[in-house]
């Protein structure tokens, strides 16, 4: 082999083994260290299914039982949520590991996130303590005090951040609706909470044009929160008497949607080829939101020509005369 063959492989080998382990430690941060794999796995064994196993020592044999579906804990979709890296034990007693579990523990307090976010430096771009500002003042708080809290919005076996992750628009406010759908469209889950009868959702916004598009195009928190600039994600949901019904907030050229679902996005892509609220244009759109600036003024100068084309003919006619 000719020597600069053999030093360009050698190279190109050393340039392979240095990326490949860069890489590798770059995929470490994201997966759970194996120590609580293996742990939950202890867990996930009676909580990953539909039916778990014990071993009886009253009657002294294997009996297989049905598992509580409210228990049942979805490990693909623990493993993409944002705790991915926790133990179950983290969060729950270290008790939990003897079976049958002691009675009291469903007594256990369970934390807030606020407990571990609160003033916590990786998670400042958050900004916890201003959504839970928000959150205390929010329409859900005010009625039902501390047993509403935010865990039932963001279930801490699957919650993943998708806002700030998610390419397109449409999952976003897909993942965000099922949010609130899973209790205002979930009778048994809405009524943890109250006694009361759970509106129905698509009566209540009757009023509302093209219903499905609109769910499909935009999140309820737009309608349904006060926005707010300090927070990616407003977290304040007012009384249904001051949600926005007013069709000119979204199809206007200062649509509401750029200070909250587009809010995101509109840092990342500026002016597409004169357009108005440029962000929105690429996902939807928006009757009234996207005018183009170039268009405008065009049509300002078609309206300019015609009425000096007026006048001079005017001018020249009575010339003439
Ligand atoms: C042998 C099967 C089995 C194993 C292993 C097991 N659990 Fe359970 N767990 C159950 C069953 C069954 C229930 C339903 C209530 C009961 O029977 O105590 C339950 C209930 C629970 C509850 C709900 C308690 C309540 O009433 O609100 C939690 C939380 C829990 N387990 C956590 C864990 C954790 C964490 C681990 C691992 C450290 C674990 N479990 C291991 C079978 C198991
Ligand atoms: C980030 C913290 C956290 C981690 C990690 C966590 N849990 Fe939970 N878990 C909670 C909280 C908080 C609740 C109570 C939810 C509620 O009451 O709304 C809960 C409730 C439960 C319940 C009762 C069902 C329910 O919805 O009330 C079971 C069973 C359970 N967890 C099992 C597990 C298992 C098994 C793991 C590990 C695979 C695990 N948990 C990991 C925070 C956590
Ligand atoms: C027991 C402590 C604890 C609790 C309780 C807790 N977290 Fe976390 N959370 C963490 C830690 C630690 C991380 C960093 C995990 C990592 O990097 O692997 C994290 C990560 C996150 C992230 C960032 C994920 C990312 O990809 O950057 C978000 C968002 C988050 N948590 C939201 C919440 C919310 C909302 C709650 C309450 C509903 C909550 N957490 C409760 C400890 C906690
Ligand atoms: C009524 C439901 C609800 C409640 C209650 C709630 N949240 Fe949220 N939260 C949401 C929704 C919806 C999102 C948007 C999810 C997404 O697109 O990332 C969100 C997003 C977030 C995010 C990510 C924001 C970002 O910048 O990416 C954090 C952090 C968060 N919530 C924390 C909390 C904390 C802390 C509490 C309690 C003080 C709480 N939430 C209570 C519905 C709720
Ligand atoms: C385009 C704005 C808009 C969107 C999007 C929107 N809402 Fe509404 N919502 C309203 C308005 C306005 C009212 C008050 C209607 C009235 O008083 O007749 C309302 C009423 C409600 C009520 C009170 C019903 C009652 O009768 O007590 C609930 C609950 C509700 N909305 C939840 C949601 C949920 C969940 C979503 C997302 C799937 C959503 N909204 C999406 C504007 C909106
Ligand atoms: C854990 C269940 C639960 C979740 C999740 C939830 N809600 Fe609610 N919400 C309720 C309950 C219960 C009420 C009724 C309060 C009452 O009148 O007692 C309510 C009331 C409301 C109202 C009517 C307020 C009024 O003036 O009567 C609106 C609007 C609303 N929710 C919007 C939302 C939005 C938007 C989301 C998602 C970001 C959401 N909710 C998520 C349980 C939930
Ligand atoms: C929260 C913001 C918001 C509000 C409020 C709102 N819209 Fe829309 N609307 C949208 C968005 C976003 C789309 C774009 C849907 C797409 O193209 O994906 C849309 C689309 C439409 C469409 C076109 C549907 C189609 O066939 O493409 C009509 C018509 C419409 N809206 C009428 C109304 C009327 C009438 C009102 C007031 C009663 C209203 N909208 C209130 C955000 C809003």
Redesign the pocket.
């Known amino acids: 082999m000719k020597p600069f063959l053999k030093k360009g492989l050698i190279l190109s080998s050393i340039c392979f083994l240095l990326l490949y382990s860069l890489q590798s430690l770059c995929q470490y941060k994201d997966e759970a260290p194996k120590k609580n794999v293996l742990a ?1 796995q202890e ?2 064994k009676c ?1 990953g299914g539909h039916f778990y196993y014990y071993y009886n020592d009253w009657v002294e044999k294997d009996v297989r039982e049905r598992m509580n579906p ?2 049942v ?1 979805d ?1 693909t979709k ?1 493993y993409k949520s944002n ?1 991915k890296t ?1 133990a ?1 034990i ?3 007693s270290y008790e939990y590991e003897d079976f049958p579990h002691s009675g009291s523990l469903r007594m256990e307090p ?2 807030s996130c606020l407990d571990c976010h609160g003033g916590d430096e990786n998670s400042a771009e958050f900004n916890f303590e201003q959504i839970e500002e928000n959150f205390i003042n929010s329409i859900h708080s005010s009625k039902h005090g501390d047993n509403f ?1 935010c ?2 919005c963001h279930d ?2 699957t919650y993943e951040i998708s806002a700030r992750t998610k390419e397109s628009i449409i999952d976003v406010v897909e993942y965000s609706n099922n949010i609130c759908l899973n209790c205002h469209n979930n009778i048994e889950e809405f009524q943890i909470l109250t006694d009361s009868e759970n509106p129905n959702i698509l009566d209540a916004h009757d009023w509302l044009p093209n219903q499905s598009i609109h769910f499909r195009s935009v999140r309820c928190i737009e309608c349904h929160t006060e926005i707010n600039d300090s927070i990616l994600v407003a977290h304040k949901i007012l009384p249904k008497d001051q949600a926005v019904q007013n069709c000119v907030e979204c199809h206007s050229t200062n649509s509401l949607l750029m200070a909250s679902l587009y809010k995101f996005r509109r840092k990342e892509n500026r002016n597409a080829a004169g357009f108005i609220n440029a962000a929105i244009l690429k996902e939807a759109y928006v009757i009234g939101a996207n005018r183009n600036i170039y268009l405008n003024w065009a049509s300002i100068a078609i309206f300019g020509f015609v009425i000096l084309g007026i006048c001079t003919h005017a001018i020249l006619r009575i010339i003439k005369k």
């Open positions: 939950n867990c996930l909580h409210h228990f804990i490990s623990f705790h926790f179950c983290d969060c729950h369970i934390y809290t865990w039932m801490p076996h």
